[in-house]
């Protein structure tokens, strides 16, 4: 199951995975962003450590809403090599939202597929997001 870490211990761990996330979908942090960011407490890394080597880590961090007095629980990266990370811990995530007082769980994703995948357990997608470099 999750468990709360430090990224000192766990880093040599996950940086693999992060690494594979910045290739193939080119979000705008770099993988010492996160480490900072989690070094810092402004985010929190999640593995399962029953796994050896860890495959599966969630980095989440809570966001509040600008125009009303709520917060989300943001799953910010999320990485799991059996593909099965939604099914086995979404429920406990979800658990853990509403344990901290959030309204609501999001995940922002380049992947249609991804976004659509939860469609089952309720989510829905509320923003797409279009850009264009200047």
Known sequence: MLTQVDVRVFWDCIE????EIKKESQP???????????VNNIAE?????EQDPCESFIILQEKPNMFKP?????IWVAYDK???????YMEYIENMAEARGCNKIEFWTPHAGIA???????YETKLLIVEKEI
């Not at 059996?82 to 086995?88: N, Q, T, V």
């Not at 659509?116 to 309720?122: M, Q």
Request: glycine share 8%.
């Open 16 to 19: 693999p995975g992060l690494r």
């Open 28 to 38: 705008d942090w770099r993988p010492e962003d996160i480490y900072t960011a989690l």
């Open 45 to 49: 890394l999640y593995v399962d450590i």
């Open 70 to 74: 709520t917060k989300s629980l943001l």
């Open 82 to 88: 059996r593909g099965s990370a939604a099914d086995k």
């Open 116 to 122: 659509k995948a939860p469609s089952h357990k309720g």
